[in-house]
């Protein structure tokens, strides 16, 4: 049985290299992308990073829980991701956007936490990017997706808007189960006009 | 190669294989810069969340250095862990 690992995480800026995650959630499906299991984890902020405060804002996460000595750290958030991944394995990773930032953020968030680091494309996995299949579904079928018109005038993609544009109460955008959810979302409609 | 394309490259590579190019990462008055920028940008829905992390940046500045040199964890691993201001 294929399996697919939606995923998505939120961080402390976009910068893959010297931004961190702060939260990490996943959901696996079947192929029929039926919920098999869920995963979701915060952590601290490393005592290096400065955040971005639009990040921050984006995201709704204070100086508190930046700080909260209850959350794991950095690093145990990373191990326990690392062995959620790897008993996920072999499935086919998915996020949104994800091969332009997540995808770069976990290798580098891997790669600093001495973990392996190319876990979604090795082992018999694969990976891909639901923004891809969105963009090929406005020219192969475009009346599949509806897409909305941002504040600029233009067609927007973003999750936060395409989303509700389609019917999903997206009412909790920037956290990453909600996004994950949202990403399937989108998935399964395109899944359904295909 | 002329020297534009040569330094293009260059920060090219090293954009591949280190993952940053020549800016580095945010410093904490870049931040807070940037928390007084958005001041007046975002809705009444973020002021107050805006304000805590303003404080909080603020506090950090005024504090001095974020991380503390210790010159215990200096030279042996063995204080990694042990050393507060080094998370692991």
Known sequence: ?194 | MNMVEQSKLETWTMDRLFGFGPEGPRSLDESYQEACRLTEDVGDEHQSLLTEISTWLFDKLESGPWIEPNPSAQGSLGHIGQDQNVEV
């Open chain 1, 1 to 194: 049985m294929t399996s697919f690992v939606f995923y998505d995480t939120e961080t402390t800026g976009t910068d893959t290299a010297f931004d961190q995650i702060l939260q990490f959630a996943a959901i696996r499906t079947d192929d029929n992308m039926r919920e098999l299991d869920r995963f979701e984890i915060r952590c601290r902020l490393l005592p290096h990073i400065v955040p971005a405060v639009g990040a921050l804002i984006a995201t709704g996460v204070s100086p508190r829980l930046l700080t909260d000595s209850t959350l794991p750290t950095h690093y145990e958030a990373a191990r326990q991701i690392a062995r959620k991944l790897a008993d996920w394995s072999p499935s086919i990773f998915l996020g949104y956007n994800s091969m332009s930032f997540d995808e770069e953020l976990l290798r580098q968030t891997f790669y600093q936490t001495l973990q392996p680091i190319y876990v979604t494309n090795t082992n018999g996995n694969t990976r891909g990017d639901i923004l891809s299949l969105v963009n090929a579904s406005t020219v192969v079928a475009p009346t599949a997706l509806t897409i909305p018109i941002g504040t600029s005038g233009k067609p927007t993609r973003k999750l936060d808007t395409l989303a509700p544009a389609n019917g999903y109460a997206h009412s909790n955008a920037h956290d990453a189960l909600a996004d994950v959810e949202a990403t399937i979302f989108i998935a399964k409609v395109i899944g359904r006009m295909s």
